[in-house]
Structure formats: structure tokens, C-alpha cells
């Protein structure tokens, strides 16, 4: 099983921009699809960004043309690239495996907060 920390969060202003990273530790990570969750309060976890292991990406509308997912499978890193943040973007962002059956359990996430 993988185990993953992600890190690069923090406070910012409604338009700026942040990079998280993932790093995973684990021979078998290039072979899953990697991908960014984020949980705000209240709301269920939701995916926003995936990546296979070819570097074919996929997201969500609400972030479509602001973020953007990367790996590099030489590092066992995954990134998001975040540019134009929203206050709607804040919450607590995860990195995990995607699929029916997760590969990693759950790590501490990183605290995006974007103020108004």
C-alpha cells in the first residue's frame, strides 16, 4: 500500500495561486491512476483532478481551466498547480490512488484557504 503526504496549502487571496505536492512512497506508483480530492466543511470529499500514469489528465467543471494535475513518477510526485483561486476552493486537499478500491489510506490533507 502507498503511503502518501501532501503539503504546499495555505492562506491566500481570492486570484492567486498555489502548487500542492504529493509525495508517495511505494515501488508500484507509477502504475495508478493518480488523482487530487478536496473536502470542504460540511461537503462530501470530492475528486478534482486526475492523472494516469501516462500523463492523461481529467477534472472536475469547477476547476477546469484553473488547475492543473502533474506527476513525475521518477519522484513518486504528484502535483496541482492552482491558478485563479476561489473562495469556493477552500478546503482540505488529498491526494490518493483512483479507482473502486483505493491504494492508500487517507493522509492529513493540506488546508487550502482562499479569502475574499
Known amino acids: 500500500q502507498l503511503q502518501l503526504v501532501e503539503s504546499g496549502g495555505g492562506l491566500v487571496q481570492a486570484g492567486w495561486s498555489l502548487r500542492l505536492s504529493c509525495a508517495a512512497s511505494?515501488?508500484?506508483?507509477?502504475?495508478?491512476?493518480m488523482g487530487w480530492y478536496r473536502q470542504a466543511p460540511g461537503k462530501q470529499r470530492e475528486l478534482v483532478a486526475a492523472i494516469t500514469s501516462g500523463g492523461s489528465t481529467n477534472y472536475a467543471d469547477s476547476v477546469k481551466g484553473r488547475f492543473t494535475i502533474s506527476r513525475d513518477n521518477a519522484k513518486n510526485t504528484v502535483y496541482l498547480q492552482m491558478n485563479s483561486l476561489k473562495p469556493e476552493d477552500t478546503a482540505v486537499y488529498y491526494c490518493?490512488?483512483?479507482?473502486?478500491?483505493?491504494?492508500?489510506?487517507w493522509g492529513q490533507g493540506t488546508q487550502v484557504t482562499v479569502s475574499s
Open positions: 511505494g515501488s508500484t506508483f507509477s502504475f495508478y491512476v
Open positions: 490518493n490512488t483512483v479507482g473502486a478500491t483505493l491504494k492508500a489510506s
